[in-house]
Each structure stands twice: as structure tokens, then as C-alpha cells.
């Protein structure tokens, strides 16, 4: 019995003294990439295995020049060969194994195969890579004294207006509170934005903070933030400074209706102002009828010289006599009113004093 309680001592106390070890290890665990060989010539290739990667994940393979696992890219994809990358996805358990072919980089060595997520949660890691017939040069030095650490979430502060609504660039302002955990001073220090749509790299751009942060220190920096007229979508803007990302916030971009809303107003108004232009073109050449007026658009003066008795009068002016008959069915010579004309002159009237009129009986 003695011995039995012994022996599950003695498991409880390696079980406790190996928790501990269990833990570390899993915590250290985490994104990591091996290589199938450490040195590789141009045109060549390797084969790049990785583990401790979220499950089907997407990810994106480089050779980058001006790095180290411990610095990380110097000049982030810039220093990269993305014309030769290739795209993985890790399975269940978050591995891969894929072909890398090995391209010398825009810059110097020393070189590394990097590996980053595309979508999602951040995470990468670097392998040691030495790219044969290439050239090495030495890291620039890091800096020493003032160095900045991000000590809250940066923010984007601002809404879009009306004019965003219709097409203008939508705008934001990075809002963030930093840090010097340096020993030295840092005077004006001069930070990246970048905004990045999908899988594309982002586009940085410089900005100065005019100012200086004591050893200790922290500030409120705010920078502005702003997208090409008509942009929509989500987009991710990023924060660098000295060459390492300190912050990433995601930015939700609507989609400008209001440029849909004119097109689809355009498509309307055009065919039918073109319309009613086309009908009176056709209404100022079209023919006149036989009866004189016009089929549309009848017109008061016109009316007034065709109707007898309508005609302008001047005041006092008696009506001219009664003219030949313009009846179509009347010809000149069986005109009524022309018969007599043709005729020899004589004498109307009932009774004539020259001719005796013979008495009835009565």
C-alpha cells in the first residue's frame, strides 16, 4: 500500500514539474516556415513548408531582400520580388507545402522567404534565404535612444458628407496616442499612411508631426486619411513609422448612390430630350394639307385671314364688292357671277319704259 502511494506521488510531482514546460512550449508555438535548402541560385527553386498557420488560410510566399527574421522587411514589399511570389492556402491544420521559384529581389541581401496571411488576422514569418551570384550589403543600423510604441487603438474620426455621396473622396482622421520608450528624445518624427483595398499592397504616404516627445513621454497624434474619388468597399489603413507597422484599422467604405442615381437620371432625360427634339424637327418640315393649315399648331392669324368676316379692318372702310367666285367647280366662263360680264350690256330690271308690256284681260 506504502509503495502505491509513493509511485502516484511521484507521477503527481513530474506532472506538476512538466506543466510548466507544456505551457511555454505552446505558447511559443505559432506561425513558423521552413526551407528545403538554405542557399539557391537564381532561376532555381525550393520548396517552403510552414506550420502553426490558421486553418485554410490564405497566404502569400516572397523572397525579400534587406531582411532578417529578427528586423523583419526593411522597406516593407518594396524590398520584395513580387513578380515571382507565390499564393498558398494551409489546410485543416494549418500547413502547406508549396514551390517557391527564386528570383533576386529589387535590393541587396541579406535575404529572407517571407510569408504573410492576405486576409484576416495578421501573421507572418521569415526564413533565412541566401540568393547565390547576389549582392549582400549590411542592414542599416537601428536607431538608438527615442523609439514609439502605439499605447491605444488608433480610430478613424469623421463621416461622410453629401458631396461623398455623390463621388467625392471620401476622408477620415487617424486618431492615435504614442509613446517614447526610448532613453533620448524624439523630434519630429515622420509617420506612413497607408491604405490597402482586398489583397492589394497599400499605398503609402508621408506625414510629419511637427513636435517633439520627451523620454516617456506620450502624445495624441492625429492624421489625415483620404481615398480616391469614388472609392467603396472595405479598405485597411496601416501606420508605420521607422519602417514597422505599429497599427492597422479596418475602413468601411459605402458606395456612392448618388453617382448611380445620376447616371440612371442621364439614361432617362437624354433618349427623351433627344425625343421631343426629334418631333419638332419633324414638325417644322413636315408639309402643309391641302386645306392650308397645319396638322399641330394652329395658328390664330392664319385662321383669321382664311375665315371670311375675320380679316383686320381699318375703321370706317366699307367691304369691297363681292370678286369673281373661287369655287373650284366653277370655271370662268360658267361663273355665275361672270356670266353677265361676258355678255352684251342690257337691262334687268322687271319693267323697262322702251319696251310696252302687254295688259292681261281683265
Known sequence: MNGKVRTAALLAVFALLLLPLTEGTAAADGPSVRLSTAQAGTGGSLTVSGSGWRPHALLMMLVCGRSTPSRGVLGGTNSCANGDGRAVTTDAKGSFTRRLPVAEPPVPCPCVVHVATVEGAKAQADAVLKVAGHAVEPLPAQP????????????????????????????????????????????????????????????????????????????????PVELAAGAHGDYTVSLKCDGK???????????????????????????????????????????????????????????????????????????????????????PDSDPNTAGRLSAPHDDSPTSPTTPTRKGTT
Open 144 to 223: 538608438s535612444g527615442g523609439r514609439l510604441s502605439i499605447l491605444t487603438d488608433p480610430r478613424l474620426d469623421g463621416a461622410d458628407g453629401l458631396l461623398t455621396w455623390f463621388g467625392a473622396p471620401p476622408s477620415r482622421t487617424l486618431v492615435f496616442t504614442v509613446g517614447n520608450v526610448g532613453t533620448s528624445p524624439i523630434r519630429n518624427p515622420v509617420f506612413q499612411v497607408g491604405t490597402s483595398h482586398g489583397v492589394f499592397a497599400p499605398q503609402w504616404e508621408d506625414q510629419e508631426w511637427r513636435g517633439t516627445l520627451g523620454s516617456g513621454k506620450k502624445a495624441r497624434i492625429r492624421l
Open 245 to 331: 507597422v505599429l497599427a492597422e484599422q479596418p475602413w468601411g467604405v459605402g458606395r456612392p448612390w448618388g453617382v448611380t442615381l445620376f447616371w440612371v437620371l442621364v439614361c432617362l432625360v437624354v433618349p427623351a430630350a433627344l425625343f421631343r427634339a426629334g418631333m419638332a424637327i419633324v414638325d417644322r418640315v413636315r408639309p402643309r394639307r391641302a386645306g392650308g393649315l397645319r396638322h399641330r399648331g394652329l395658328r390664330l392669324p392664319e385662321l383669321a385671314l382664311r375665315l371670311p368676316g375675320l380679316g383686320h379692318r381699318k375703321p370706317g372702310a366699307h367691304a369691297a364688292p363681292p370678286t369673281a367666285s373661287t369655287l373650284p367647280w366653277f370655271t
